[in-house]
DNA sequence: CAAGATATGTCAACATGACTGACATAAATT
DNA sequence: AATTTATGTCAGTCATGTTGACATATCTTG
């Protein structure tokens, strides 16, 4: 009664009129199965933090923007952009948020005074820590039954999905292609 | 001058007033690598779409939908608000939209005339081809030069990041765990 | 020093894709 | 006949993204 029908068969004959006046699917090379495992996977992955998050009036937004404040003391309001990829406006209003309420706090850079450094305060720390430590439980048991070997290869992967070109700051760092190293 | 301060030190001094009052931060445990790479994996991996369904006038919603809808023919409305996790006034603007441009069509159920059963028109089945090659060059390229114990290891991993509580048709045909398959 | 470039902040208007709550219809179940 | 289920839709709201314009302070350059 509630059965999806998960027929090998093609598509509704009605949905078959224009077949052929479109490029070749080549659907035997596609790697569906990594596509919809990173799906559903990243969905569960985030869904963890959004629970708590809610409970602090935040979203998802927030959370990106404290992780890397956290993880990157220091950060610049440029290289946040650069690595969230939204617009100063959007950066704005959620970044106005954390200060105001007292997660995050800027400080005028030494050498640059028009440079906003940013910092996490205790009450940041414990935010981020909260939410990197339930994506941090589902992680490891994730990975419980793997074997070095197989670690070595998920991390392989994962670096081998993000683009490159013109890395950002943040990138440069996990990548070791530049000489700092991120907190903890 | 555009430098991040990525020194290990501890967050800004200011940022220290209520330390201890917090929980310990274990931060030694957390998976830190795992969680970024995710972030930044996921965030290029539905970038390579993105740009395509511009093209369009679709955002990553019609995506997904298309994209299920494709994959598993004849799927119930009910069943896509589950494997989406939205609400049915959410999914309908989107579906809508689909409907109306030749996407997708509806067909009555056969057994139960309450249903509409989704198929995807050979114009959806392009749009969704055509999205999924280019994330499936992307895949292949990051598979490349790992060996089939570690490409398993990634597989083995991405399945055990997912949520098997009360999992949904979709979810039910990934693990095996139900009789029937998806297309292709 | 004056001029221009850069880093940041902010205003207004708008788009997308989520949400809640309420209600309608047709069809199946009890 | 009454109830439940599957779907569709209306109205309003919210979070988070967008563009374009403009202001201010500060650094760099001619």
Do not use: C
């Not at 937004?61 to 992780?67: D, G, S, W």
């Amino acid at each position: 009664m509630t059965d999806i029908n998960f027929s090998r068969s093609a598509a509704h004959p009605d949905s078959q009129g224009a077949a052929g006046t479109y490029p070749a699917p080549r659907a035997g090379e596609m790697r569906w199965d990594i596509i919809e495992l990173l799906f559903f996977a990243y969905r569960d992955f985030v869904g963890d933090a959004d629970q708590e998050l809610e409970a602090f009036g935040f979203g998802r937004a927030h959370h990106r923007v404290m992780h890397f404040v956290y993880r990157y003391p220091g950060l610049k309001v440029a290289d946040l952009l650069d690595v969230l990829r939204i617009t100063k406006q959007s950066l704005g209003r959620v970044l106005k948020q954390l200060l105001d309420e007292g997660y995050i706090i800027q400080k005028t850079g030494n050498n640059d005074r028009r440079q906003r450094l940013l910092y996490a305060t205790a009450k940041g720390e414990a935010l981020v820590a909260k939410l990197a430590g339930l994506q941090t439980d589902r992680i490891t048991r994730a990975l419980r039954d793997i074997n070095p070997e197989g670690v070595a290869a998920i991390s392989q992967f994962l670096r081998a999905m993000i683009d490159r070109d013109d890395p950002d700051k943040v990138l440069e760092a996990i990548f070791g292609t530049g000489s700092k190293k991120p907190r903890e």
